[in-house]
């Protein structure tokens, strides 16, 4: 069932069953009201005629015969005789004397007996539909007893009583009918919201990420839809973070394999001719080298591969070093390679101890110089250097090479990302050096910048924070 439905079917329960009992209660207590004042009306009035005719009765003669009974008594009817009130005169033996009823009742006059005996009392009666309120009381005149039956409809008490059942059910229904249209129209317009997030959630669900819920209230809906579109917007951040993840780690693997096909399909290509060529030892050294260098160009390729691997997967050993100490030792290993082309690598800064994985760091930063000794030419400086302010401890590397454009910078540390792809492959490059230096830092929690212009030299600085 729905929740709408639910609302509508309880608050029309709810208020059935309320009007219900207080029209019970109310009907019911007006009709005790009504009876009692009835009865007490009634009780006043035999008390009233019962004083009055013994006043009368003692006024006159004094009653010795039967006869002369019955003729007082037929006196008195007449003297007290009403529309609605029925009097009727008893003798002690529980004969009728006289009565100004119109008709005779014919059941047993428990309560003249009761009378008989000195007791005041009223029965209420049923008879034909009709209600009626009959007290009895015993009148002594010297010797003689009579007995005053008093007979008084009371119908009329009990047809308000079904009246107001009547007026409550016919209030009660035009009432219904408000309350359901009320109740309708209430619950549609509280659960409007509730559809439109459901319609939203289910946009969300087939694929429309950027939807979002337009319900705006200042109740809890509204703050209900106000989360619903803070996680909305986090789900769209997260798919786009795991689409661009998911494309990122395709090009990776398209580059890759295209790197790997590359010095596989030269090395099968002139191995495939040194089995047919004849026989030339010039040629087949040329080959052979060929083969040697794309062979060294996988084995680069797969260590620094592993390297990345390791990275991701291996907690760094972290250790206070002295940083320029390291920047030597960087420039001892690198100074043959620098050498070789006319490139001097410079050191400058003073000592300052950081926390590191001495031989990562070390590896990010021979990445480093070997950028800048590939992008120098012959007679430039490659500095490696350390500075130091209240901020923290930065080292960077510098050199007065080709440089690169701006569009370049922010795409180098991606993988297998060269601005000149051909020069960086005859210079034996893949690509994976700055993505692995980038790696490294982040892992040390460092940061990494990349400066650079055409023409004017490149600085890469890796900024440890205090
Ligand atoms: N110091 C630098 N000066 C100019 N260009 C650079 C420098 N360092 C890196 N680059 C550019 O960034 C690219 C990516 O560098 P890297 O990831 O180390 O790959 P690789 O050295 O194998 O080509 C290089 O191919 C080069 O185009
Ligand atoms: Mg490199």
Redesign the pocket.
Known sequence: MKFGRKIFILCLAVYILSLSVTSIVVTENTYRNLLNEEIERSLEEEGNLHSTLQLYLMSTQPLQERIALKDYSKNLVDLVSTDRNYLEIYDENLELLASNAPRAWFYERVELKVALEGHKNFIIRREDGRLYLFVSNLLEIGQEKIVLAMIREITHVEKHRWDQYLFFLKTGLVGLAVVALVTWQSSIFLLRPFQELTATAQSIASGNYHVRTKVKRKDEVGLLAEQFNLMAEEVERKIKQLEEQGQRQQLFIDNLTHELRTPLTSIIGYADFLLKAKYDPAVFHKSLLYIHAEGKRILNLAKKMMDLIFIRENPLQLKEEDVLAILVEVQHIMQVKGEEKGITIEVTGSPAQVPVDKELFKTALI?LV???I??SSPGQKVILGVKQDNRGTEVFVA?Q????DEEHVSK?TEPF????QSR?RKEG???????LVKQIVEKHNAGFAIT?KTGVG?TIQIKFGK
Request: hydrophobic share 35%.
């Open positions: 990445n070997d950028n800048a590939k992008a050199d090479g080709r440089g690169m180098v990302y060269r601005v000149d960086s490059g893949i690509g994976l050096g700055l993505a650079s490149t």
